[in-house]
């Protein structure tokens, strides 16, 4: 086979490929030219419109759940450092109340003194323990009542609007 005939069929295979893919071509020819119906184009805005509110309100609702997060971090920190306050304010207290029996305990003159005294301390400091449990248990009521209205309001806020 010559270059010529080798040529020639190679042109002759190359013309049968694009004659069968004709029609396709012609299709992306027409494609680019092809008109979107109005209906079409106002479905794809109203889909992407509704998407965009999504997206808003999804934005929106992660906000209300950061700050109720945030908030509620908040109170839990204000609340821990007011509860160590209190704990080192009950130490410093204690501290002071064993000092001064010691003190009390010192100027005994006799040993009935001396027992009474102790006898005194004793009875004072289990009813300031009793007053502060009670105290205690209170608080911890309270703090968990509140907590809870506190988680309700903020879960309330947070998914009232749905998503």
Sequence with gaps: MTDQNYTETHQAAFDNVKQAFAPVGDA???????EVPEA???FVKRA????????????????KVTS???EAVSHSVSEAAKISRNIQQA????????????????SAKSLN?????????????????????KSTTEYLGKLVADSTKSAQDNLTKTFSKPL
């Design 40 to 42: 079409t184009r106002d």
């Design 113 to 133: 003194e001396a027992v009474q005294i102790q006898s005194d301390l004793v009875r004072s400091h289990g009813e300031v323990l009793m007053s502060r449990a």
């Design 28 to 34: 992306f020819k027409n494609f680019q030219n092809l």
């Design 91 to 106: 130490i410093y207290a204690d501290t002071q109340a064993f000092f001064s029996g010691i003190d009390k305990m010192a």
């Design 48 to 63: 992407a419109g509704t998407a965009k509110e999504k997206a808003a309100d999804f934005q929106a609702g992660s906000e």
């Design 68 to 70: 109720a997060i945030e």
